[in-house]
């Protein structure tokens, strides 16, 4: 074999070594971890929570239910914010200052997701109609507020509908005015020197009444003064929409709240937040 002949096959003979040795240390390299900066909102779910929270979100013997939990679904978007960045030292969360901001959205979308909060709603009523009824017929703004609308007497409802099905709004709507807790009822409170006030009592103890009238202002009186405090029989909720309401004017109102609760509240709206729907409430 000439001198030229050997060096071309030493050459060829090498670049393949080359080669092979390449694709060996390729092939047996690690996996690349996902850069956390880049990971989606699953990716980050499934390295930092779902050992606790489960995939799925649903919880653990070691972690609550974060996917459809109650508690969860009425925090806002901050609040959820707030304990992924700093955790919950009385509940065993840990903080993840670590993650930044683009992250913590990224986790916060994908548990809306696993909540099913990205769903559009299947409507059965008119939400329009639904909005009539709700300050007309139906009577509901005299006590409720949606949207900086309405009355301060029940809880306002701004964002019920994003926590209940149709089902449940219906059902609540037909079947919760029976409450016999006086938490749930009107009264008027007569006081020695002739003053009278109408409301809600929202807190009482042995020493004095804190009582919320029907343009929504706060009136706290001493017990010594009262000279009659008085109840009114019937429930703050009406019994009778079962038979005042017709079956598709339900399915309008309970699509009216479902709808309305996908609409964010002005700056300026008035809130009620110092109550549930009043057949949430129960005798202390």
Request: charged content about 20%; some cysteine; glycine content about 8%.
């Given at each position: 074999m000439?001198?030229?002949?050997?060096?071309?096959?030493?050459l060829?003979?090498?670049?393949?070594?080359?080669?092979?040795?390449?694709s060996?240390s390729?092939?047996t390299?690690?996996?690349?971890k996902?850069d956390?900066?880049?990971?989606?909102?699953?990716?980050?779910?499934?390295?930092?929570?779902?050992?606790?929270h489960?995939?799925?979100?649903k919880g653990?013997?070691?972690?609550?239910?974060?996917?459809?939990?109650?508690?969860v679904?009425?925090?806002?978007?901050?609040?959820?914010?707030?304990?992924?960045r700093?955790?919950?030292p009385?509940?065993?969360?840990?903080a993840?200052?670590?993650?930044?901001?683009?992250?913590?959205?990224?986790?916060i979308?994908?548990l809306?997701m696993?909540?099913g909060?990205n769903k559009?709603?299947?409507l059965?009523?008119?939400?329009a109609?639904g909005?009539?009824l709700?300050t007309?017929?139906?009577g509901?703004?005299?006590?409720?507020m949606?949207?900086?609308?309405g009355?301060?007497?029940a809880?306002?409802l701004?964002?019920y509908?994003k926590?209940h099905s149709?089902?449940q709004?219906?059902?609540?709507?037909?079947?919760?005015g029976?409450?016999?807790s006086?938490?749930a009822?009107?009264?008027?409170?007569?006081?020695?020197n002739?003053?009278?006030y109408a409301g809600?009592v929202?807190?009482?103890?042995?020493?004095s009444?804190q009582l919320?009238?029907t343009?929504?202002a706060f009136?706290?009186?001493?017990r010594?003064d009262?000279?009659n405090?008085?109840y009114d029989?019937?429930?703050v909720?009406?019994?009778?929409y079962?038979?005042?309401?017709s079956?598709?004017?339900?399915?309008?109102?309970?699509?009216y709240?479902i709808?309305?609760?996908?609409?964010?509240?002005?700056k300026?709206h008035k809130?009620?937040?110092?109550?549930?729907?009043?057949?949430?409430?129960?005798?202390d």
């Amino acid at each position: 074999m000439s001198t030229i002949c050997r060096r071309k096959w030493f050459l060829r003979v090498s670049a393949t070594l080359i080669a092979t040795s390449i694709s060996l240390s390729q092939s047996t390299k690690p996996p690349q971890k996902p850069d956390p900066a880049s990971a989606s909102g699953k990716e980050l779910f499934a390295s930092s929570c779902a050992a606790c929270h489960g995939l799925d979100g649903k919880g653990s013997e070691r972690a609550p239910n974060i996917a459809d939990g109650a508690n969860v679904r009425q925090m806002s978007h901050t609040q959820i914010a707030d304990i992924i960045r700093n955790g919950s030292p009385g509940g065993g969360m840990p903080a993840f200052h670590t993650l930044s901001s683009a992250q913590i959205e990224a986790l916060i979308h994908h548990l809306e997701m696993l909540s099913g909060a990205n769903k559009p709603a299947q409507l059965r009523g008119d939400p329009a109609v639904g909005k009539t009824l709700f300050t007309g017929k139906a009577g509901c703004s005299r006590c409720h507020m949606v949207l900086g609308q309405g009355g301060f007497i029940a809880s306002n409802l701004s964002e019920y509908g994003k926590d209940h099905s149709g089902e449940q709004i219906r059902d609540a709507i037909i079947n919760s005015g029976g409450s016999a807790s006086r938490s749930a009822k009107t009264a008027t409170i007569r006081l020695r020197n002739g003053d009278k006030y109408a409301g809600r009592v929202r807190n009482e103890d042995n020493f004095s009444i804190q009582l919320q009238d029907t343009d929504g202002a706060f009136h706290l009186l001493s017990r010594s003064d009262v000279m009659n405090l008085e109840y009114d029989p019937k429930p703050v909720m009406p019994s009778d929409y079962a038979t005042t309401l017709s079956p598709n004017e339900l399915d309008d109102l309970e699509s009216y709240l479902i709808n309305v609760a996908g609409h964010p509240l002005k700056k300026d709206h008035k809130s009620n937040a110092a109550d549930c729907f009043p057949w949430c409430d129960s005798e202390d």
